[in-house]
């Protein structure tokens, strides 16, 4: 789930040294790897095999429900009438409003926690640092059904204790996306924050402003790039998961993902409607896309930009 | 854990009051010195505001720490659908929980012990597999031309595409007689056209393959990034003294690359591990037999026969089957980190 972030930490070790390089001007023969046809053999292939795939979702999305059981596609048969039923035939508006509310606020929280340890862990010194970095980098590796077990038996018993729901309600999923989204948002602020000069805030102090004002009038305004990436891949920690969702949702909060989920279950039974479901599958996937191919430059780079300079 | 929550102590900054006091008759104490325990605690702050540490600090105590150490706690309790929700006073067992998952299968007829071949087996394969697979990608576009870009672009799209998703297609993909696999398969008379993907033993491989197909792009992000990181002057420097490129290869790119795929390596092979989402979603529940990796297996005891004395036994055994790539991650990152 959080390997994106992982990858930061994996580039963090070379990149940076030099960023611009071949990003910015072709690469001379020099550079030059492969013998140009298994360069392109090679990335043939690979985009080839990358793209059948998502093709093939996108033509059934467009094929009666029948059709797609059958496995009888014809392209003459394309029709948008799956784009409008869909919508009926499962709860997926409901469940795109959860997903947005849950997954965008669990990031919001995870995001600022973020941004207010990563501060004092790249400006000071301090005993407890180190291991409190080490924590940081050892709880990404903890296994999701690892923490599902014990957060569902504190929460069933904390509702016994308490006689209330909170299994099902906001609140519960919310918090349990943060066990992602605020070691991950952490460790990547930290990596960006490292980058910043501390000259800038020290003229600033030198200049009377106080720690804090120098915290929100010149950190802050050159972080919000990190910041961003850091909600975008703590939001879709929430988007994508189904594991938590499955446990601690129930049908008033239930995600998008849970709602596909079951519908593809549903939709097994009796009278399949493939079709349907693969409609749904690309309203699921298609922000998700759009949003890496919009930060895609940046989020490559800002991963793996990050660490390198302080060190 | 303790360490972490005595973080923000105001002790922690400048030298300790004591000496400042047997100083002071000579000078005045630094003004940081001066003023009550509060006063003190409170300028410090402001210079150093390490209270900052406190949100995250109790955070990853609070829903990460304390919960690890309840499912070692829990794995101990006889737990069932009625003592659950008053676990705390469950009776305990001992390593009971433990002698039942390795001995007896779960609901679904799968014991631990297989559960652990399966998963090891489908995490490093996929992690065999993607690594070279995402070396040539990285080489491949290493080297901008036209479309590169295009071609990047393209190259993260199974990677970014939500698991969820790409479980949905591939359980069409790979439907019994309808799906496009066996359709292909069938037409180039490779198979049979009812090869039974998504049941019986085939449903490993199935899953496998959609694996490979989802995770490459990782290995090819740091293999990327790697590669841009190393200087173009090396690059200019070998070409002066006349290397082929294979020497370039073995001489200026692999050594650098090392470390970043080691770790890249060992990061794709703990993350394969606990994929839950793919086998839960592309199987009709529950999953075949064939796919119950340890994250499965630990969801239907708990979630399907309440049996969460068990399922808590499984999670701590898949922690400690990953505590030696862990600690080998967490020392290699602090290391590259420079502390």
Redo the contacts between chains.
């Keep these: 789930?959080s390997?994106?972030a992982?990858?930061a930490?994996?580039?963090?070790?070379?990149?940076?040294?030099?960023?611009t390089?071949?990003?910015t001007?072709?690469?001379?023969?020099?550079?030059?790897?492969?013998?140009r046809w298994?360069?392109?053999s090679?990335?043939g292939v690979?985009?080839v095999?990358?793209?059948v795939?998502?093709l093939?979702?996108i033509v059934?999305s467009f094929t009666p429900n029948q059709n797609?059981?059958?496995?009888t596609i014809s392209l003459a048969q394309l029709t948008i009438s799956n784009y409008t039923s869909m919508w009926s035939a499962a709860p997926l508006a409901a469940g795109l409003v959860h997903t947005l509310v849950i997954a965008g606020a669990s990031a919001l929280l995870s995001v600022?926690?973020?941004l207010?340890?990563a501060?004092?862990?790249t400006r000071?010194k301090?005993?407890?640092?180190?291991?409190?970095?080490?924590?940081?980098?050892?709880?990404q590796?903890?296994?999701?059904?690892?923490?599902?077990?014990?957060?569902?038996?504190?929460l069933?018993?904390i509702?016994?204790t308490l006689s209330t729901q909170f299994i099902g309600t906001y609140w519960a999923i919310i918090?349990?996306y943060?066990?992602f989204g605020?070691?991950l948002s952490?460790w990547l602020l930290v990596a960006y924050l490292r980058t910043i000069p501390r000259d800038l805030e020290e003229a600033a102090l030198v200049d009377g402003c106080?720690?804090?004002g120098a915290l929100r009038r010149i950190v802050l305004p050159l972080t919000v790039p990190a910041l961003v990436v850091a909600f975008v891949f703590a939001f879709l920690v929430g988007?994508?998961?189904?594991?938590f969702a499955?446990?601690f949702t129930n049908s008033s909060t239930q995600t998008l993902?849970i709602v596909?989920?079951r519908f593809?279950?549903n939709s097994?039974a009796s009278l399949p409607v493939?079709g349907e479901?693969?409609s749904a599958?690309v309203v699921?996937?298609a922000p998700?896309?759009f949003l890496?191919?919009a930060f895609?430059r940046y989020l490559?780079n800002g991963?793996?930009a990050g660490?390198l300079t302080?060190? | 854990?303790a360490?972490?929550t005595?973080?923000p102590a105001p002790s922690?900054?400048g030298p300790a009051p004591r000496n400042g006091g047997r100083r002071g008759g000579k000078r005045p104490a630094p003004a940081h010195e001066r003023g009550s325990l509060l006063e003190r605690f409170v300028r410090n702050q402001?210079?150093?505001?390490?209270w900052?540490?406190?949100?995250?600090?109790i955070?990853?105590t609070v829903?990460?720490?304390?919960?690890?150490i309840?499912?070692v706690v829990?794995s101990l309790l006889n737990l069932n659908v009625s003592t659950?929700?008053?676990?705390?006073g469950a009776p305990f067992i001992g390593f009971k929980n433990f002698v039942n998952a390795f001995t007896q299968p779960n609901i679904l007829g799968v014991t631990l012990v297989r559960s652990i071949e399966i998963s090891f087996v489908f995490s490093i394969l996929t992690t065999l597999v993607t690594t070279p697979?995402g070396i040539?990608?990285a080489?491949?576009?290493?080297?901008?031309?036209r479309g590169s870009g295009v071609?990047?672009?393209?190259?993260?799209?199974?990677?970014?595409?939500?698991?969820?998703?790409t479980a949905?297609?591939?359980?069409?993909?790979f439907?019994n007689?309808?799906?496009?696999v066996d359709?292909i398969l069938g037409d180039l008379h490779i198979a049979n056209r009812n090869f039974y993907w998504l049941i019986g033993p085939h449903a490993f491989w199935a899953m496998q393959i959609t694996e490979i197909?989802a995770?490459w792009p990782?290995i090819y992000?740091?293999a990327?990034?790697?590669?841009?990181?190393?200087?173009?002057e090396h690059?200019?420097a070998?070409?002066l003294d006349g290397a082929t490129?294979g020497q370039?290869?073995r001489h200026i790119?692999l050594p650098?690359l090392g470390?970043?795929l080691k770790?890249?390596m060992l990061?794709?092979t703990?993350?394969h591990?606990?994929n839950?989402?793919l086998a839960?979603?592309m199987f009709?529940?529950p999953p075949p037999p064939s796919v119950e990796v340890?994250?499965i297996n630990?969801?239907f005891n708990?979630?399907s026969s309440f049996d969460?004395g068990i399922?808590?036994a499984i999670?701590?055994v898949?922690?400690v089957i990953?505590i030696v790539?862990?600690y080998i991650?967490?020392r290699a990152?602090?290391i590259?980190?420079?502390?």
């Design positions: 789930m390997v994106t992982s990858a930490a994996g580039a963090r070790r070379g990149a940076g040294r030099r960023r390089g071949s990003r001007t072709p690469g001379s023969a020099a550079e030059q790897l492969m013998p298994l360069t392109r090679v990335a690979l985009v095999v990358s793209v795939p998502v093939y979702m059934l797609v059981a059958l496995g600022s926690f973020g207010l340890a501060y004092p862990l000071f301090f005993r407890g640092r180190a291991p409190f970095m080490t924590v940081l980098i050892g709880v590796t903890v296994p999701g059904t690892t923490l599902v077990l014990p957060l569902f038996a504190v069933s018993w509702q016994t918090v349990t943060m066990t605020v070691p952490t106080t720690r804090f988007w994508n998961d189904v594991l499955s446990v993902a596909v989920q593809a279950n097994a493939y479901l693969m599958a699921s996937s998700v896309v890496y191919l895609q490559v991963l793996s660490s302080g060190v | 854990m360490m972490k005595d973080v922690d900054s402001r210079n150093r505001p390490l900052m540490l406190l949100p995250t600090g955070a990853i829903i990460v720490i304390v919960p690890v309840i499912t829990l659950l929700r008053e676990w705390l697979i040539l990608a080489f491949s576009v290493h080297r901008r031309f071609v990047r672009a393209i190259y993260l799209i199974p990677y970014v595409i939500p698991t969820f998703v949905l297609v591939a359980r069409i993909a439907a007689g309808t799906g496009f359709q197909w995770t990782f992000l740091l990327l990034a790697g590669l841009q990181a190393i200087p173009k690059y200019e070998a070409s490129m370039r290869l790119v650098e470390g970043v770790l890249g990061l794709s703990l993350f591990f606990g839950f989402t839960f979603v009709s529940s340890l994250p630990a969801y708990a979630f969460f399922a808590s999670a701590v898949t922690m990953l790539p862990a991650y967490i990152t602090r590259s980190e420079g502390g």
